[in-house]
């Protein structure tokens, strides 16, 4: 136990549908992370939060959107996806503001299948 | 910016003997280097970092090296079992964002 959730831990949507990932980190961290994970690739960086302030945004489709209300919680609202989207989503936390120079802790994950 | 290679993507040893994964990076401004190890349906769990100002770095059975004039790094992993099996991952950053290689899955035979 890292000290991250994530809920749900799977999820299986349609093209059409509209669904919300949940992440909550009890660490006193404040930089907060989401990552996406595919099958032979590397993971890739989405997006990150910095005090609640989104500061990095690596070229994500639209129809991801992060929202984080507090250094805490994290979100991330799914809306028209693609199959290609299916995907093992990861939320990490760490201490900041020198994000990645300071350890970085993941959650479970949530393993999502885009139908 | 920063891109890190890691070798071999799998690798199978022999329960005790000894496996060695290594990871080049690109960026010589990058000073921070952790490892991740991934078990199956889990998130990656830090298992070992070092800094630019250390060589080498210990931890029991794991152990990490870095060679900052030649920008590679390398785990480590003495006298291995079966629970060592795993995907690990190697990372690189430098005030920026975790640039992760893709990953090296062990397979440890008993």
């Not at chain 1, 129809?63 to 989207?85: V, W």
């Not at chain 2, 291995?80 to 290689?101: I, K, M, R, W």
Request: glycine letters at 6%; one cysteine or more.
């Amino acid at each position: 136990e890292t000290g991250v959730t994530q809920t749900p831990r799977h999820l299986v949507m349609g093209m059409t549908n509209k669904k919300s990932l949940k992440c909550e980190q009890h660490l006193g961290h404040n930089a907060m992370y989401w990552y996406k994970q595919s099958a032979k690739k590397p993971l890739e960086l989405m997006f990150v939060y910095n005090f609640k302030e989104q500061t990095e945004n690596n070229s994500v489709p639209s129809r991801f959107s992060p929202e984080c209300p507090n250094s805490s919680h994290l979100f991330l609202h799914l809306h028209t996806l693609q199959p290609e989207d299916s995907a093992l989503y990861l939320c990490a936390s760490s201490q900041a503001p020198l994000l990645a120079v300071y350890e970085q802790y993941f959650g479970p994950g949530t393993r999502l299948t885009v139908t | 910016g920063e891109n890190v290679e890691q070798h071999p993507s799998t690798l199978s040893v022999q329960e005790g003997d000894s496996a060695v994964i290594k990871c080049t990076y690109s960026d010589s401004a990058s000073n921070y280097f952790p490892w991740y190890k991934q078990e199956l349906g889990k998130g990656p769990q830090l298992i070992i970092d070092i800094r630019s100002n250390v060589g080498e770095k210990k931890d029991q059975r794991i152990a990490v090296t870095l060679n900052k004039t030649a920008k590679h790094f390398s785990l480590h992993i003495t006298e291995t079992q079966p629970e060592d099996s795993a995907v690990y991952f190697c990372a690189a950053s430098g005030n920026t964002p975790l640039v992760f290689g893709k990953g090296t899955r062990l397979s440890v035979i008993a």
